[in-house]
């Protein structure tokens, strides 16, 4: 079992800031592959980014060039950095655990973290 706490969503305008945690605890839990995901209102939940074996990381077209996902293992801990937000980013963003490293597809992750809301205003 893992589980995992996400947090560092806030209110912030449009070409701002900000920089979510993902932080996992459990049994086994830093061999676990790490990602993101987001769900807009009104909208299905999407693949943001996701960590690989060799620490290089995968994103969604939408965020690339904009957004980094970090592992600091000591901790056990995800990063998103997040820059050059737009409205069109609002969501609630969820970091999640699989077995497989830079999977994309939200059937491959197994634990999710209870979400953090990010709002991007114009």
């Known amino acids: 079992q893992v589980q995992l706490v996400d947090s560092g969503g806030g209110l912030v305008q449009a070409g701002g800031s900000l920089r979510l945690s993902c932080a996992a605890s459990?049994?086994?839990?830093?061999?676990?592959?790490m990602g993101w995901f987001r769900q807009a209102p009104g909208k299905e939940r999407e693949f943001v980014a996701a960590v690989t074996w060799s620490s290089n990381a995968y994103y969604a077209d939408s965020v690339k060039g904009r957004f980094t996902l970090s592992r600091d293992y000591a901790k056990n801990t995800v990063y998103l950095q997040m820059n050059s937000l737009k409205p069109e980013d609002t969501a609630v963003y969820y970091c999640?655990?699989?077995?497989?490293?830079?999977?994309?597809?939200?059937?491959?992750?197994?634990?999710w973290g209870q979400g953090t809301q990010v709002t991007v205003s114009s």
């Open positions: 999640a655990a699989s077995r497989s490293w830079g999977a994309l597809l939200e059937k491959e992750y197994n634990y």
């Open positions: 459990g049994r086994a839990a830093s061999t676990y592959g």
